[in-house]
């Protein structure tokens, strides 16, 4: 467990005691062991088995292994990698010192820049490249501006989702999360992030939400299992890339709608932050798509599931006593300071963060020869080497957390749960840490578990009682003061 006595000794102590060991694991047969390592992460296995798999066979959280895609047509790409799946190991991926993070947002391979307007976006570029500090400034800066007014605009976007969701249960009691939730986020982020709403152009306001859904899940489709039947998905989803002209058309809708109606925070973009206006628009459409409503696409639904049904009476009641306690039943009383008071949602959204991070993988190239220690061991890792960090493992870390696979609402409240707050990893950086220019932080750390945390005490607002179950919210009691 944890030492109390300074803020981080597992991510920052390396005792001259540890045994310097060789990387266990290989890479095996040229072809053949990157195509068996593929078969088991994305088939036999599942990333989970698969990395804890290997954990045992080596008795180490690093060592080495391929993971996809690859072979027959990802000529260019190298899937070799160190894994790191200890909370101290993964941390080495946060020192820009010793890392970088050119092109390796989704590991060795990088979809074709072709998807985001032939240019390198944010994300892809490494902390040496000035263009980094210029983007990730401007996405802090329109976070700070729009917080203003981020909550009433949260507010009323989940004014619309509630009665949508209502409606749908009085007419076939369920209402399904995605499609309503889906659109809730893009207006949202429209809204937040480009200063416009949708219905500015009608096309927009009907269908951008699933013109993103098909831009990301075709240059996503080689990394990710869709759970599709075996081998079908093997043989058509992870073997080739596929071409940008199937989205092409829907890419150039979001990016015109962009350019016609976000003209303020464009304007700014290159009057305050040197950008050009290309630039501008397909950096804002991939925070807008990929970072915002791609990560809140697959979070909150599962933020939600945690709410659980009646099974979870007492979890929803602890919940509902403290949004009470702190705010009441007035909309109107939410706001940033109102959920900072509310420990026990906070700590519900960190635990969900922990137990089912939205990004699960992270990747950083070695910037030079370095040592690198996970809690037993230190490693020799050589420059330009590749680490890769499945971080449902790392925060499963038992050195770190009590009962790491038991879902506790209490874990990051008082003291001792503010302290594991340095473990919590979700954005590619502590929950402590602060994004900048200098390091690969979520922008959006801080305002993402606020919102979060937010979108809980709306929901004890408006109902003393929820139920999610499957995909779907089946019933809702009205709050009854
Ligand atoms: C639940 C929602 C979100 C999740 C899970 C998430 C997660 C992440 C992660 C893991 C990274 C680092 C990727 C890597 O280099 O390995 C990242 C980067 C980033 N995120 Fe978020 N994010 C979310 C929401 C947002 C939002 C709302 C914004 C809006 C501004 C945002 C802006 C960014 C930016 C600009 C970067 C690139 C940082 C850099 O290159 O230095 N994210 N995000």
């Not at 890479?27 to 990157?34: N, Q, S």
């Not at 160190?82 to 190991?89: E, F």
């Not at 939730?181 to 500015?200: E, I, R, Y």
């Not at 949602?345 to 030079?368: D, G, I």
Request: proline share 6%; with cysteine.
């Amino acid at each position: 467990m944890i030492s109390m006595m300074s803020s981080t000794p597992l991510l920052t102590s390396t005792p001259a005691s540890l045994p310097v060991r060789t990387i266990p694991g290989s890479y095996g047969l040229p072809l053949l062991g990157p195509i068996s390592d593929r078969l088991d992460y994305f088939w036999f296995q599942k990333p989970d088995t698969f990395f804890s798999k290997r954990i045992e066979k080596y008795k180490s959280t690093v060592f080495r292994t391929n993971v996809p895609p690859c072979f027959p047509f990802f000529g260019g790409v190298n899937p070799n990698v160190v894994a790191v799946l200890d909370v101290k190991s993964f941390a080495h991926m946060f020192d820009m010192e010793i890392v970088e993070k050119a092109n390796v947002l989704v590991g060795d391979f990088m979809p074709s820049v072709a998807y985001t307007g032939d240019m390198r976006t944010c994300a892809y570029l490494d902390t040496s490249e000035p263009k980094h500090a210029q983007i990730k400034n401007f996405s802090l800066d329109i976070l700070k501006r729009s917080s203003k007014t981020w909550v009433p605009t949260l507010v009323n976007e989940l004014d619309t989702m509630f009665g949508t969701f209502e409606s749908d249960i009085s007419k076939s009691n369920s209402a399904s999360l995605l499609p309503t939730m889906q659109k809730f986020l893009f207006n949202f982020f429209s809204l937040t992030l480009l200063g416009v709403h949708p219905s500015a152009s009608p096309e927009i306001a009907d269908s951008g939400f699933a013109l993103i859904d098909t831009w990301l899940a075709i240059q996503l489709a080689p990394t990710v299992s869709i759970g599709l039947f075996q081998p079908l998905e093997e043989i058509f989803v992870h073997s080739f890339n596929y071409p940008f002209f199937l989205v092409k058309g829907g890419y150039e809708k979001l990016t015109q709608f962009v350019k016609n109606e976000a003209k303020e925070v464009l304007n700014r973009a290159q009057t305050e932050f040197q950008l050009t206006e290309q630039e501008a628009i397909h950096n804002l459409l991939f925070i807008l798509g990929f970072n915002a409503f791609g990560g809140f696409s697959i979070f909150l639904p599962t933020l939600l599931g945690n709410l659980g049904d009646e099974k979870n009476a007492e979890l929803q009641e602890k919940l509902r006593n403290e949004v009470r306690e702190k705010v009441g039943v007035k909309k109107e009383n939410l706001s940033f300071e109102s959920v900072k008071e509310m420990e026990l949602v906070q700590s519900f959204v960190y635990e969900t963060l922990r137990l089912s991070p939205p990004v699960p993988n992270q990747y950083a190239r070695a910037r030079k020869d370095f040592k690198l220690s996970s809690h037993d061991s230190v490693y020799e890792i050589k420059k330009g080497e590749l680490l890769c960090g499945y971080q449902p493992l790392v925060m499963r870390d038992p050195k770190v957390f009590d009962e790491p696979e038991k879902f506790m609402l209490e874990r990051f409240t008082k003291e001792k749960g503010k302290e594991l707050l340095n473990y919590l990893f979700w954005s590619n950086g502590p929950q402590t840490g602060r994004p900048s220019e200098s390091n690969k932080q979520c922008a959006a750390k801080e305002i993402v578990t606020l919102t979060a945390s937010m979108i809980v005490a709306y929901i004890f607002q408006r109902y003393d009682s929820v139920n999610f179950t499957g995909g779907s919210l089946t019933s809702v009691k009205k709050a009854s003061c």
